[in-house]
């Protein structure tokens, strides 16, 4: 059975990029800021959420990645500000990314449980 993977991110060439490598297994779901993120957990079957913590209109990724590990959801952080991710939080994530400082294929061995 394919996946269902959230990607929260607010690039849109980044996250277009994450999309299509992740289609290759998964059904993807996308989502800009919070609010689209928190909506799409609410009304799918999410088994990862692949989130940047700093996104517009009052984008906190933080909370996406809350919300996620609530429901025993898989989560990992790929961000500019890693470090700015609360500690209690970071323990549970699969993995907590720096941009530009990763290969987007080490993210995506995480999300996947690689």
Do not use: W
């Amino acid at each position: 059975m394919r996946k269902n993977i959230l990607i929260a991110e607010d690039n849109d060439a980044l996250r277009n990029e994450l999309a299509v490598m992740l289609r290759k297994n998964t059904e993807v779901f996308e989502a800009q800021d919070k609010e689209q993120a928190l909506e799409i957990l609410k009304n799918e079957n999410i088994d990862a959420v692949l989130t940047d913590l700093h996104m517009p209109h009052r984008g906190d990724g933080e909370a996406v990645a809350q919300a996620a590990l609530e429901k025993n959801i898989r989560v990992v952080v790929l961000s500019t500000l890693p470090e700015s991710l609360n500690p209690d939080i970071k323990l549970k994530c699969a993995g907590v990314f720096k941009k530009g400082y990763c290969h987007l294929d080490e993210v995506i061995g995480a999300v996947l449980g690689r």
